[in-house]
């Protein structure tokens, strides 16, 4: 069973930036796209990037431009960095597959004061 462990998170002022992590125990990423997601509070969990196994990345409209993933395959890790932090960045944040999802991680906190 693969289980996916978000690290990162934390309480950061607007402006600011964070750099979460995402390791995958019992398995590996793969060739798959892998993605970050995020809910927000009262919220459906939304996409905001892909990386696919070749490095070509794609974001969605609201992190573009302040927002970098990457992914190390040997390590079996995908990176997310996010600058200029807004207060609507503040959700719990996840890493899946982009398809053929794994179990849900429990995700990391990340609250963004104004």
């Known amino acids: 069973q693969v289980r996916l462990v978000e690290t990162g998170g934390g309480l950061v002022q607007a402006g600011g930036s964070l750099r979460l992590s995402c390791t995958a125990s019992?398995?590996?990423?793969?060739?798959?796209?892998m993605a970050w997601y995020r809910q927000a509070p009262g919220k459906q969990r939304e996409w905001i990037a892909t990386?696919?196994?070749?490095?070509?990345?794609a974001y969605t409209d609201s992190v573009k431009g302040r927002t970098t993933i990457s992914r190390d395959n040997a390590k079996n890790t995908v990176s997310l960095r996010m600058n200029s932090l807004k207060p609507e960045d503040t959700a719990v944040y996840y890493c899946?597959?982009?398809?053929?999802?794994?179990?849900w991680g429990q995700g990391t906190q990340v609250t963004v004061s104004s």
């Open positions: 990386v696919n196994s070749g490095g070509t990345t």
């Open positions: 019992g398995g590996t990423f793969g060739a798959h796209a």
């Open positions: 899946n597959r982009l398809s053929f999802l794994f179990p």
